[in-house]
């Protein structure tokens, strides 16, 4: 298995959800989401068991899904509920999966793995996305790439000054140390940058954009590919609650081993409200994430193809280290998983040679 599998992926914005059917491929899967007529989101599997049609061409009939092709209805557990043709008998295979699916922080969390270990207890939390003192803009983009690629962009942000020159790092960016630490399973990269001007997406935000400026970011990495950011500026000597400030949420999910699912958000506390940032932050997701990182990602992507990135021993040097900390976390709950479901696996032939 290339991906981990018992874990909580980022489906999707909560609000994108309605009673449309909505259909997503997740780690090669396809899945099906909705919600049931009391605003649940649910998913299941987006595929007919009877002649494969895709279940989101069909409609809901009250809380089923209704197949396109031949009528067959289903419930929010996968299970054919209705079956429209002679004696309505309902055949075992009739079945699609479901998977746990749960809404927070205006985000919609899905479980791939086995559904008896999905808890909820450990959803990574991202309060500030609907923060209602905080001004949050969100968007998303699907990305020809493997996902970790993805993740390696956000854990080393010393792309910027060179990949967003139109929104430019801030001064001393480079020069200044960056701090990489384990908490559990999550890796944390923080920087400091003491003086020089901001970069300009906060510092134009500021009385005098030209100030020298204390900036700080941190990126906070979670199983299995969440990333959260604490960045901003504040006047030398002043608190990080003096600055402007944001906390943008990162949320990548595999599509399959070669295309992902972004899911952006960034939340600040400075002019909340205020339509002409909202655009500022609008135009800099779409051109920093959309016609400078998906370029530069896709082209690596094509570049290597689906060789194992270790086989390829790629040069390191200090930046690197939060992004290899991350891909050494997930590898190895990988490993482990695979050997868990290996043992499971061979427990059930031998279980089933017996009989
Ligand atoms: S393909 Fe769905 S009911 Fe036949
Ligand atoms: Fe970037």
């Given at each position: 298995m290339p991906f981990l599998r018992n874990t909580w992926y980022a489906?999707?914005?909560?609000?994108?959800?309605?009673?449309a059917l909505m259909a997503r491929t997740l780690l090669n899967e396809r899945v099906l989401m909705y919600r049931l007529e009391s605003g649940t989101p649910v998913a299941i599997g987006g595929?007919?068991?009877?002649?494969?049609?895709?279940?989101?061409m069909g409609k809901l009939v009250g809380d089923l899904v209704e197949c396109p092709y031949h009528g067959l209805r289903f419930d929010s557990s996968g299970k054919?509920?209705?079956?429209?043709?002679?004696?309505g008998k309902v055949p075992a295979r009739a079945q699609v999966r479901s998977y746990p699916l749960v809404e927070r922080d205006g985000i919609l969390w899905i479980w791939m793995?086995?559904?008896?270990?999905?808890?909820?207890?450990?959803i990574v939390s991202?309060?500030?996305?609907?923060?209602?003192e905080l001004g949050t803009v969100k968007g998303s983009m699907h990305l020809k790439a493997h996902f970790e690629l993805i993740v390696d962009n956000l854990m080393d942000l010393s792309h910027v000054q060179f990949l967003h020159p139109t929104f430019?790092?801030?001064?001393n960016f480079s020069s200044s140390h960056q701090e990489v630490t384990i908490e559990g399973q999550t890796v944390v990269s923080t920087r400091w940058i003491r003086g020089?001007?901001?970069t300009p997406l906060y510092a134009?935000?500021?009385?005098?954009?030209t100030a020298s400026v204390d900036s700080w970011v941190v990126v906070s990495w979670d199983v299995p590919s969440v990333c959260h950011i604490d960045v901003g500026v504040t006047l030398p000597g002043k608190t990080k609650e003096e600055g402007l400030r944001a906390w943008p949420a990162h949320l990548v999910t595999p599509e399959t081993e070669e295309t992902s699912h972004y899911f952006y958000a960034h939340s600040r506390?400075?002019?909340?409200?205020?339509a002409e940032v909202d655009a500022q932050i609008v135009d800099f997701q779409r051109v920093a994430?959309?016609?400078?990182d998906r370029p530069v990602i896709e082209a690596i992507q094509q570049t290597i193809g689906n060789a194992d990135f270790w086989s390829l021993r790629p040069a390191m040097f200090s930046v690197d280290t939060a992004s290899v900390r991350a891909r050494r976390v997930l590898q190895q709950l990988i490993a482990e998983e695979n050997r868990e479901i290996s043992a499971a696996t061979q427990h059930e032939s031998r279980k089933t040679a017996a009989e």
């Amino acid at each position: 298995m290339p991906f981990l599998r018992n874990t909580w992926y980022a489906a999707g914005w909560a609000d994108d959800l309605g009673r449309a059917l909505m259909a997503r491929t997740l780690l090669n899967e396809r899945v099906l989401m909705y919600r049931l007529e009391s605003g649940t989101p649910v998913a299941i599997g987006g595929v007919c068991p009877h002649r494969f049609a895709p279940l989101h061409m069909g409609k809901l009939v009250g809380d089923l899904v209704e197949c396109p092709y031949h009528g067959l209805r289903f419930d929010s557990s996968g299970k054919c509920a209705f079956n429209p043709h002679e004696d309505g008998k309902v055949p075992a295979r009739a079945q699609v999966r479901s998977y746990p699916l749960v809404e927070r922080d205006g985000i919609l969390w899905i479980w791939m793995g086995e559904a008896k270990n999905a808890d909820p207890l450990s959803i990574v939390s991202y309060p500030a996305v609907t923060d209602p003192e905080l001004g949050t803009v969100k968007g998303s983009m699907h990305l020809k790439a493997h996902f970790e690629l993805i993740v390696d962009n956000l854990m080393d942000l010393s792309h910027v000054q060179f990949l967003h020159p139109t929104f430019g790092a801030t001064e001393n960016f480079s020069s200044s140390h960056q701090e990489v630490t384990i908490e559990g399973q999550t890796v944390v990269s923080t920087r400091w940058i003491r003086g020089g001007k901001g970069t300009p997406l906060y510092a134009r935000n500021l009385p005098d954009p030209t100030a020298s400026v204390d900036s700080w970011v941190v990126v906070s990495w979670d199983v299995p590919s969440v990333c959260h950011i604490d960045v901003g500026v504040t006047l030398p000597g002043k608190t990080k609650e003096e600055g402007l400030r944001a906390w943008p949420a990162h949320l990548v999910t595999p599509e399959t081993e070669e295309t992902s699912h972004y899911f952006y958000a960034h939340s600040r506390n400075f002019r909340v409200g205020d339509a002409e940032v909202d655009a500022q932050i609008v135009d800099f997701q779409r051109v920093a994430f959309g016609e400078q990182d998906r370029p530069v990602i896709e082209a690596i992507q094509q570049t290597i193809g689906n060789a194992d990135f270790w086989s390829l021993r790629p040069a390191m040097f200090s930046v690197d280290t939060a992004s290899v900390r991350a891909r050494r976390v997930l590898q190895q709950l990988i490993a482990e998983e695979n050997r868990e479901i290996s043992a499971a696996t061979q427990h059930e032939s031998r279980k089933t040679a017996a009989e």
